[in-house]
């Protein structure tokens, strides 16, 4: 493939750019912001996201995203939340139905329950590809090892952006389950915001594991709920993921659990901070109201995120499930 697509100069859409362009000619990169690209041309550095990592010559910043339009594949790395909104301008440009898409965002759109790829069928008949992994986006823009999983119903499609992404540091497992590996991607965030709570409300080590091991079990029963299959969750994009997210400072979704274990409210408003995994909750708590799937982990972080009941009750409440 000689021209690839990047839709979101973020954190992960750069990294990802800067690792496919180690084995494509040109890596055009849509940011929405136009001083973004105005900065990576001037000075070779997305300098909001990276200041300290120059981007390869060959990624080719871009704000009109007509110039993505005879891309062979094009990886959507925007928050879930503006994932419908790049489709339609993505149909509108007239994108042929040959491209590849590929989603990377981790979320479910919510009320309708639509997972990121039912929303690219909604506009394009192609097989896409989903891509999860436990994969924090500086590590891989720095080029430290990682491996994350791609799905989808057509294995051609899967192989050629594992062509496409694969390098000596950053390897590529093809799972063929894409249900399976979308659902974790946001159900990780969940488990994620469950051992924050129990951290900020400084619950001792023994119980914060115990919480965590129903998560992960939690997460194989919703998935075999909804379609997927329970082995998906022993892969790198559900238990290496859930545990990264769950345990690592760096995660926004844990941040977000502590925040609310220690009783602080933030406005994400205000203070620009966005937690995808929020907007999850709500999406989670209704398959699981949808499918008749008990989770106490969703109800535990539904009751502390949503309702806002106070932690220690519901921590209480979840000890007497297990
Ligand atoms: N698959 C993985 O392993 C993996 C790893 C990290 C992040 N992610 C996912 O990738 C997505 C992006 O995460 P991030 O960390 O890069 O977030 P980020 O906030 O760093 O960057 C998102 C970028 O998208 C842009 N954006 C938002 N809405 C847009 C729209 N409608 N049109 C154009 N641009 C828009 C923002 O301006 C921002 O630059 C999230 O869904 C996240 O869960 C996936």
């Known amino acids: 493939m000689e021209k690839i697509g990047v839709i979101g100069a973020g954190s992960f859409g750069t990294a990802l750019s800067q690792t496919i362009s ?20 001037k000075s070779g550095y997305n300098s909001e996201y990276y200041p300290n990592t120059k981007l390869n010559k060959n990624i080719i910043p871009t704000n009109n995203l007509k110039d993505l339009k005879n891309c062979s594949a094009i990886f959507i790395c925007v928050p879930s939340a ?9 149909k509108e440009i007239g994108v042929n139905n040959e491209v590849i898409l590929v989603t990377t965002a981790k979320g479910i759109e919510y009320p ?3 997972t990121m790829g039912n929303i690219i069928k909604e506009y394009f008949d192609i097989e896409y590809v989903a891509l999860s992994g436990p994969n924090f986006a500086s590590e891989i823009m720095l080029d430290l090892a990682s491996i994350c999983n791609i799905a989808s119903k057509n294995l051609k499609n899967s192989i050629k952006i594992k062509n496409v992404l694969k390098t000596d ?17 946001v159900i990780k965030n969940i488990n994620a915001i469950a051992y924050g709570i129990c951290e900020g409300m400084e619950i001792n080590e023994n119980a914060r594991y115990a919480i965590l091991n129903r998560g ?15 082995s998906t969750v022993d892969k790198y994009c559900g238990f290496g993921d859930i545990v990264l ?9 844990h941040t977000l659990g502590m925040l609310y274990g220690q009783r602080i ?28 799937i008990n989770s106490v982990i969703v109800d535990f972080v539904y009751d502390v995120i949503i309702k806002k009941n106070l932690p220690k009750l519901a921590f209480k409440e ?5």
């Open 216 to 230: 992960f079990n939690d997460t194989k029963n919703i998935i075999l709920n909804i379609g997927g299959l329970k």
């Open 22 to 41: 180690n084995n494509v000619k040109n890596v055009f990169l849509y940011s929405r912001r136009k001083e973004i690209c105005e900065t990576i041309i």
């Open 112 to 114: 309708s329950l639509n």
């Open 245 to 253: 997210t769950s345990t690592s400072k760096e995660s926004r979704n």
């Open 318 to 322: 979840l000890w007497n499930k297990l």
């Open 82 to 90: 503006g994932f419908r909104k790049i489709l339609k301008k993505l």
């Open 265 to 292: 409210i933030v406005d994400e408003k205000s203070s620009g901070i966005v937690f995808e995994g929020k907007n999850s909750i709500k999406a989670i708590k209704a398959v699981c109201d949808k499918y008749k």
């Open 169 to 185: 540091k950053f390897k590529i497992e093809i799972i063929d389950d894409v249900i399976g590996l979308e659902f974790c991607g």
